[in-house]
Nanobody
């Protein structure tokens, strides 16, 4: 059974940087076919897409993070990353990684990790 295990996150000052990681445990080489994404969610709000990277290498970012966040993947390590720079207090949220693939019974989600940006 495939599980997404997240690491990284924490507390950082405004203008600082953090990198989140998400490893697909149990996926094997099929990981390279997964469409991967990072989402974030504030209490009482809907989960929103931050960045997406499909198996072909196409990338999309939310307007609010363009130029500051970078999504990447290492298929050999079954891992997707979200490098976040120039962080702002409004980036404070719980961040989730997501994997989608037609053969999966449903989209996979990581356990979530808190990112807090202080002023």
């Amino acid at each position: 059974q495939v599980q997404l295990v997240q690491s990284g996150g924490g507390v950082v000052q405004s203008g600082g940087s953090l990198t989140l990681s998400c490893t697909a445990s149990g996926s094997g080489s099929i990981f390279s076919r997964y469409a991967m994404g990072w989402y974030r969610q504030a209490p009482g709000k809907q989960r929103e897409l931050v960045a997406a990277l499909n198996s072909g290498g196409s990338i999309a970012y939310a307007d609010s993070v363009k130029g500051r966040f970078t999504i990447s993947r290492d298929n050999a390590k079954y891992t997707v990353y979200l490098q976040m720079s120039d962080l702002k207090p409004e980036d404070t949220d719980v961040y989730y990684c997501n994997a989608e693939y037609y053969a999966l019974p449903s989209p996979l989600w990581g356990q979530g990790t808190q990112v807090t940006v202080s002023t």
